[in-house]
């Protein structure tokens, strides 16, 4: 059972930072591409960011500049994601999304293409 595990949440001003992390339990070996996914209370669940076992990233255009993926290289099984420039937009439940696959997908920030999901963890960014 592949299990994606996040932790890291919680409460920030705007302009400031945090850091999520994820790790996949629950699986001694294989190769996981690993995103980072948002969802926001009446909004649509959206793409954040992935990376693939290379470091390849693929970012969403509203965190980009701001946001940085990044994986524990010895593992490949823990990502993290640190936020900075937080905005109250960026308000959310982060979900940490898994595929078994060496490369980003044709469509990193679908949802689609991730088959573990991670329960999430709250960010909120007051103005």
């Known amino acids: 059972q592949v299990q994606p595990v996040e932790s890291g949440g919680g409460s920030v001003q705007a302009g400031g930072s945090l850091t999520l992390s994820c790790k996949i339990s629950g699986y001694a070996s294989g190769t996981f591409c690993m995103a980072w996914f948002r969802q926001a209370p009446g909004k649509e669940r959206e793409g954040v960011a992935a990376?693939?076992?290379?470091?390849?990233?693929?970012y969403a255009d509203s965190v980009k500049g701001r946001f940085t993926i990044s994986q524990d290289n010895a593992s490949r099984k823990t990502v993290f994601l640190q936020m900075n420039s937080l905005k109250p937009e960026d308000t959310a439940i982060y979900y940490c999304?898994?595929?078994?696959?060496?490369?980003?997908?044709?469509?990193?920030?679908?949802?689609?293409?991730?088959?573990?999901w991670g329960q999430g963890t709250q960010v909120t960014v007051s103005s």
């Open positions: 999304a898994a595929e078994a696959r060496w490369e980003l997908p044709s469509r990193p920030g679908d949802s689609n293409e991730y088959p573990y």
């Open positions: 990376i693939d076992k290379d470091g390849s990233t693929y």
